[in-house]
């Protein structure tokens, strides 16, 4: 089947650290991938996606590369600020009649300044 | 060009009754879709909506059923509300079927 596994939360930074959020996916086909942050007691907003193996998306210093060969689309940011405090989802796009996202558990991440 | 909407932004609700939730999808988008995220956990795909017809459903029962207008706005029905149906409802439009899907910013619903 199709599923998304993410990096169990919570994480906890500080100011200007290096950020890492596993994401690794079982999937038949070769799906889109995505990466979507919820800010708190808001929706999903569209952070960054690739379509395809070797893709880099990238977005306000975010980053994440579509790694077949390790199903995996890590999500990576150098320096994170305090207003990146937020919940990360992993998501894949699941073509079988409807077109639907298949979405992780989801990773809380807090910055302290 | 505006985003996703959705409405109400909070709802409250005692099991047994029924519900009705509203979205208007970004201009130019003809596909909503219909998420459900409990607390804690990633959002759920209910069902999907291309030019007025549903053409895909999750695992959700028929008391769950939802309607695609000619604008493209959509609407979500619960019938016999449960207490494990408490949770953020989110809509997503997309500008065609199998393009990236944009969200609205929910409709919390809580059942008592």
């Known amino acids: 089947g199709n599923s998304v596994t993410q990096m169990e939360g919570p994480v906890t930074l500080s100011e200007e650290a290096f950020l890492t959020i596993n994401c690794t996916y079982t999937a038949t086909g070769y799906p889109s991938l995505f990466w979507y942050v919820q800010y708190p007691g808001e929706g999903l907003q569209l952070l960054l996606k690739a379509t395809k193996a070797d893709d880099k998306g990238s977005n306000k210093g975010f980053e994440a590369t579509y790694r077949k060969e390790t199903t995996s689309f890590h999500l990576e940011k150098g320096s994170v600020q305090v207003s990146d405090s937020a919940v990360y989802f992993c998501?894949?796009?699941?073509?079988?009649?409807?077109?639907?996202?298949?979405f992780g558990q989801g990773t809380r991440l807090t910055i302290n300044p | 060009e505006t985003g996703v909407t959705q409405s109400p932004t909070h709802l409250i609700k005692t099991r047994g009754q029924q519900v009705t939730l509203r979205c208007s999808s970004q201009s130019g988008h003809n596909t909503v879709s219909w998420y459900q995220q409990a607390l804690g956990q990633g959002p759920q795909f209910i069902f999907q909506?291309?030019?007025?017809?549903?053409?895909g459903r999750g695992n959700f029962p028929p008391r769950f059923s939802g309607l695609q207008f000619p604008n493209y706005s959509s609407e979500l029905n619960v019938n016999a509300l449960e207490l494990d149906d408490s949770a953020l409802y989110l809509c997503a439009s997309s500008s065609y079927f199998g393009e990236t899907q944009y969200f609205g910013p929910g409709t919390r619903l809580l059942v008592l």
């Open positions: 998501a894949l796009n699941v073509i079988q009649g409807a077109q639907k996202l298949v």
């Open positions: 909506y291309y030019r007025e017809e549903e053409n």
